[in-house]
Nanobody, 112 residues
Framework: QVQLVESGGGLVQAGGSLRLSCAAS???????MGWYRQAPGKQREYVAT?????STKYADAVLGRFTISRDKTTVYLQMNSLKPAATSVYFC?????????WGQGIQVTVSS
């Protein structure tokens, strides 16, 4: 059974940094893995993705401040220069064999 488990969230002041991790289990063949986020009262939005080959893409809102990386079964999101607008629940995502797998989500709160 595929499971994605996030860690590393918390409370940080504006301008600070956090590093999120997402450990995947149940499969060794994840191609694309990524991060999405959902702020209170808003729809879930795309943050960043990385392929098994290391190709990365970012949402314009985080480009230059967030960095996605991975090893075989863990994907990371290094978040620098955080702004209060980044306050959201962050979700790990991995599509596999036509199914979308999601983590349970982890809270990131950026205080002003």
């Amino acid at each position: 059974q595929v499971q994605l488990v996030e860690s590393g969230g918390g409370l940080v002041q504006a301008g600070g940094s956090l590093r999120l991790s997402c450990a995947a289990s149940g499969s060794r063949s994840f191609n694309t893995m990524g991060w999405y986020r959902q702020a209170p009262g808003k729809q879930r939005e795309y943050v960043a993705t990385i392929t098994s080959g290391g190709s990365t893409k970012y949402a314009d809102a985080v480009l230059g401040r967030f960095t996605i990386s991975r090893d075989k079964t863990t994907v990371y999101l290094q978040m620098n220069s955080l702004k209060p607008a980044a306050t959201s629940v962050y979700f790990c995502h991995a599509p596999l064999s036509g199914h979308d797998y999601w983590g349970q989500g982890i809270q990131v709160t950026v205080s002003s």
